[in-house]
């Protein structure tokens, strides 16, 4: 499964793309970070941000695209170019007929660390580790990209399994427990030694 993780924002827009498939390695099949400077006009603003990441989508033809869902901050500002960007992002995944999966800052660290409270270093150093990279993707943005793509590769495969489980026809959140079994499953393989109990094979 091909994954692309989009960390949204006007002025810097991380990207992330990575394969991967329950009880296999990860692999990063490409970082960036979309820029526009303030001083444009916003509608411009946004045009590159979409023809960027149509472009980025048309060559890594990724199977879901993650986008984190924000919660109110004090600068409205910035939450208003968040969510246009996170807008004009989905806007183009549903054009190519990829479905959206929307993630929390929480749940992307959860998924990640094991902490939803996890600092950024803390985040940025498992990406690293769960990719096996030379050093941690700069700036921030590029590494909250991957940790999306990482958690919607997580939880698909969880919340598909509950849905097969429970013949649910909305929405399934994975239990904390079924992602740290998968996280562990992973992260085992990853390390060379076996799973613990519980965990998948």
């Known amino acids: 499964m091909r994954v692309l993780g989009i960390d949204p924002g006007l002025t810097r827009c991380g990207v992330g793309v990575v394969d991967g498939e329950p009880g296999a390695p990860l692999r990063m099949v490409d970082v960036t970070v979309v820029r526009t400077s303030p001083d444009e006009d916003i509608a411009h603003r946004l045009l590159l941000v979409a ?12 199977d879901t695209v993650a986008v ?78 991957l940790a999306l793509a990482i958690c919607q590769l997580w939880k698909g495969p969880v919340a598909a399994r509950l849905l097969e489980q429970g013949g649910a026809r909305r929405t399934v959140r994975p239990s904390g ?18 799973a613990t109990r519980g965990s998948r094979p």
Request: aromatic content about 2%; overall charge positive; proline content about 6%.
């Open 51 to 62: 023809q960027e990441v149509e472009q980025l989508l048309d060559r890594h033809r990724p």
């Open 68 to 145: 984190e869902r924000m919660f109110s901050q004090a600068n409205v500002r910035t939450v208003m170019g968040t969510a246009q960007a996170a807008g004009v992002v989905s806007l183009a995944a549903a054009r190519r007929g990829i479905p959206v999966a929307w993630h929390t800052p929480s749940e992307v660290k959860a998924a990640v660390s094991g902490n939803g409270r996890a600092e950024k270093a803390q985040v940025a150093t498992m990406v690293t580790r769960l990719l096996r990279l030379p050093a941690a993707p700069t700036p921030a943005d590029a590494s909250d990209a």
């Open 177 to 194: 427990a079924a992602m740290r079994s998968d996280r562990a499953a992973w992260t085992a393989r990853l390390s060379g030694h076996p």
